[in-house]
Structure formats: C-alpha cells, structure tokens
C-alpha cells in the first residue's frame, strides 16, 4: 500500500495555527489569503461552503483557484473543508456537488487535508477516501456538536470511529454549557490522546472553552482554528489575542 505524505503535517501534541477563509467571491479569496498569510498562520483552510454560495464550479475551475490559492502561500498549508449544512456549513448542497468538489480539490495536487465530516453517507464518504488513497492529501476526519459535550464514552466511540474509518487526524467540536463540560472533554481527549498516534483536534466552542483554543497542545489536541475575515464557529480569537496570550502564559 502506498504510503501517503501531505504536504505539510499537522504534528501531534504541537501547537498548529490555522485561519479559515470564508471568501464570497474570488477577489475576496485572494484578499483574505494574502492577508493569512501576512498574519503568519501555519494553515488556512479554504471554506468552501462560503464560496459562491448556490453556484457549482466545473473540475477545472475549482483546480484553478486552488492553484492561485497555493501560489500565494510560501509556507502555509492548506485544509479545504465543503462544510456540510448538517454540521455547520453555510447552506445544503447536494452530495454529488459536493462530492464532485472535494474530488477536484484532491485532484489538484494542492491541498495537504480535506476536512469530510464522519457522520457522512457511506457511499459519499466512499469517493472520497477512494480518491484520497491515491493522492497525498491526507483526511481531517471531523465531527462537530454545537448542543452539547457528549460523555466520556460517547466521546471514545466518536475517535474510536474516526480512527477505524481511516482518518489521519481526528477532530471534534463541541458546545460546553458548563466549566465542567471544558474539563470533561480535556481529560476525554488526553487519556485518548495517550492511546493513539494520530493528531487530534479537541475544541470546546464558546467563550468557556478559549483554553482548548489558545493552548491546545495543552489539552490533547494540536490545530487551532483563529479567526480571520469573520468566525466559522463560536468563540474564535484572532491569531494575534492567541499568540499573545501564549507567551503571557509562558508557552512561547
């Protein structure tokens, strides 16, 4: 079996920044990565939920702008994330566009992850990681929750999942209603953290959970998602409140 390199990796227990673009129109998209990269971001994820919202690219146009995208990043890399409505993205599209996109992206031989949800349809999620295993973009396997912090064993079964599906970073986003709730999932994901090789990406949304976000290395995790043009989820800082409150608390 082949044995896939992304481009640039998202390493465990490593404090990793990432800016996502949630660009209407292509002079946005440009103005909006220039400007991440500008920030000194480690990652942008292109989001592209809020590209052109209602209108389907052609295979060639999608490549084309991913193409302009990565020229304009020397050092970064890049997640694409089409963002399904039922988890948080902009409108419901079909899966055969969305299928169809995601596909281009991986094709494009410019795009180090793609984030595809874990609870999609089986034979969608199937294309995708079909073509996945024979490209060198790697997969961000994702699962958001934006009611609640689930238990502790709902949370093992949600990363023992991901792992068994193939992912090679696990990631889960959920709500805390309480500081209870932050602790829960920080011990959840250390203790599972310890049992798997893979990255992982734990954040609790909202202003309870800014320590999953500002020291995630801390907490299980590794990416960081800081706000750019605007948030793609509650309680995101700007890449620069991050890094200062880092070297306040000696990280850096």
């Keep these: 079996m082949k044995t896939k390199k992304a481009f640039k990796l998202i390493r465990k227990n490593t404090f990793i920044s990432c800016i996502p673009l949630i660009s209407a129109n292509r002079d946005e998209l440009i103005a909006d990565v220039e400007v991440g990269v500008a920030n000194g971001c480690d990652f942008l994820e292109w989001r592209r939920d809020h590209f052109m919202v209602g209108e389907r690219l052609t295979a060639e146009e999608e490549q084309d702008l991913l193409v302009d995208i990565k ?6 890399g890049l997640i694409y994330t089409y ?6 993205g902009v409108c419901e599209t079909a899966d055969e566009i969305r299928t169809a996109a995601i596909i281009a992206a991986i094709k494009s031989n410019r795009v180090d992850y793609v984030d595809v949800e874990l609870n999609s349809e089986p034979a969608f999620l199937e294309r995708i990681t079909g073509a996945l295993k024979a490209s060198e973009s790697q997969w961000l396997v994702s699962h958001h929750n934006f009611e609640k912090t689930p238990t502790t064993e709902e949370i093992n079964a ?34 599972y953290n310890e049992k798997s090789q893979k990255p992982m990406i734990a954040i609790a949304m909202g202003s309870l959970g800014s320590i999953t976000r500002i020291a995630p290395d801390l907490c299980g995790g590794s990416l960081t998602f800081a706000a750019g043009a605007g948030k793609t989820a509650p309680g995101q800082l700007s890449l620069e409140e991050i890094i200062d409150l880092r070297k306040r608390m000696a990280l850096i």
């Design 83 to 88: 963002r399904s409505h039922l988890e948080g």
């Design 158 to 191: 949600v990363f023992r999942a991901m792992e068994a599906a193939g992912g090679d970073v696990l990631k889960l986003a959920v709500m805390p209603q309480s500081m209870d709730d932050v602790r829960h999932l920080i011990q959840a994901t250390l203790t």
């Design 71 to 76: 020229t304009r990043m020397p050092d970064q």
